[in-house]
């Protein structure tokens, strides 16, 4: 996983072009995903696809033709989205046009300027202090043209047209954390998925933030009523506990299901509610869809200093971090194949366990948590309560409790 995270990373991606499209190959030697192209000035519901955006060179060098600012060593140098430009400036003139962070001065910022044309560059506070009067020669190789948003969907078939949805934004250049954790997560999702018999479809989106989501909901806004449970990845490889932001409706079962999977895994873990504000869930949790679509991260976006800086890079991500979030991802789509209803056949006194060996000894006073289980699950199985439901009530794990189902099920005492 982390050495696609490391393919990916050198790529100078934006919420249109080149990048996007690189990026998408890539992930196509993996997943065999559809590549869509919506072409400039298409609407989309309140919004248009915006100009496409590529670039090939960009710098600040000074009067010996040094440069001092060079997008060749690092995407994150240009404003992202900048307009072409080539003019001399002085250092008080290219000031408004510079960003950086005082606070570390060894990292680049990262900055856009997608909706509102603008130019500029990105470098460290270190490199702003260095730099003396000038003149300078700014030159930015880029082009803001007609063209397309491009992004990547691949569907998983199941035994049923409900679907479940896993969101990632591919806009992101030279970021780890933010953006490439989300995508290698979901490719080997999606490939360890592709072997499996599933219940339900399972679609995978690899779209530019905002515009991305935005623009695929107005395209299927018949299909989004399939969404039975969705997830945005995002910020899913760095060293930090899990945080899970629930769905608008805040009690959906993916809402649920994540926390039975947390609160055994291990992991810290914390749970946030919704607002309506950071990824692609603000789009997909909008009042008129109202999908059941949370997100997942590690440490929170915004809030941990690397975020959308240089320091957001291959070694701020872990392999033993990126595998930890797939792991949790895979328990969570085992809760929701298996979180089902069934009636216990017997349900007048208990079945006596005994004489199917399904009561295991425990040659102690401790009940043991298999047995337990299975009389939780004939108890409370009166076609009224999920497994789930009976896993919230019971304190006992979802795991055991899906293994207790199948063998009550094959000694006929429970039916869906
Ligand atoms: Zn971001």
Redesign the pocket.
């Known amino acids: 996983m982390h050495a696609l995270a490391a393919e990916l990373y050198p790529i100078c991606r934006s919420i249109t072009g080149n990048g996007v499209r690189q990026t998408l190959e890539h992930i196509r030697r993996r997943i065999p995903l559809d590549m869509h192209k919506v072409p400039t000035g298409t609407p989309v519901f309140d919004w248009t696809i915006p100009k496409e955006w590529n670039i090939r060179d960009a710098y600040v060098a000074d009067c010996h033709g040094h440069r001092i600012i060079d997008f060749a060593r690092s995407n994150l140098h240009v404003l992202n989205y900048s307009a072409p430009v080539r003019v001399n400036l002085s250092l008080d003139e290219l000031k408004s046009h510079l960003f950086t962070i005082p606070e570390h001065p060894d990292w680049i910022p ?1 900055r856009t300027s997608y909706y509102k044309e603008a130019w500029g560059f990105c470098l460290s506070h270190n490199q702003l202090l260095a730099m003396d009067g000038g003149p300078y020669e700014v030159h930015i190789d880029s082009s803001l043209e007609e063209g397309h948003l491009t992004y990547g969907e691949y569907h998983v078939p199941g035994e049923t047209e409900d679907e479940v949805l896993i969101s990632c ?1 591919i ?2 250049p030279s ?1 780890a954390n ?2 490439l954790s989300g995508i290698t997560v979901a490719v080997f999702l999606a490939q360890y998925l592709s072997r499996l018999p599933l219940r339900y479809t399972y679609r995978f989106l690899f779209i530019p ?1 905002t515009i991305g989501a935005i623009t695929w909901l107005a395209r299927n806004q018949e299909r989004a009523q399939a969404i039975r449970h969705g997830l945005v990845l ?2 899913v490889g760095d060293a930090g506990g899990f945080t899970y932001k629930k769905s608008r409706r805040g009690n959906a079962e993916i809402d649920r299901a994540i926390l039975q999977v947390l609160k055994f895994s291990g992991a810290a873990y914390q749970i946030e509610d919704f607002v309506p504000y950071g ?1 692609d869930e603000r789009q997909y949790c909008s009042p008129g869809f109202n999908l059941p679509v949370g997100c997942l991260m590690r440490s929170p ?1 915004g809030r941990f200093p690397e ?2 800086t240089s320091a957001d890079n291959l070694q701020f991500i872990q392999p033993r971090q990126l595998a930890g979030t797939l792991r949790v991802v895979i328990e969570l789509v085992d809760v929701l194949e298996n979180n089902k209803t069934y009636r216990n056949t017997m349900p007048y006194c208990e079945p006596q366990l005994g004489k199917r060996n399904l009561y295991r000894s425990t040659g102690g006073s401790d009940i043991g948590v298999d047995n337990l289980a299975k009389l939780w699950l004939l108890n409370l199985s009166d076609g009224q309560h999920t497994v789930l439901d009976i896993a919230e009530r019971s304190g006992i794990p979802f795991g055991v409790l899906r293994d207790s189902v199948e063998a009550l099920v094959n000694h006929q005492l429970l039916r869906e």
């Open positions: 990262y934004h806009c992101h970021l933010d953006n933030g995002t910020c990824y976006w975020y959308h």
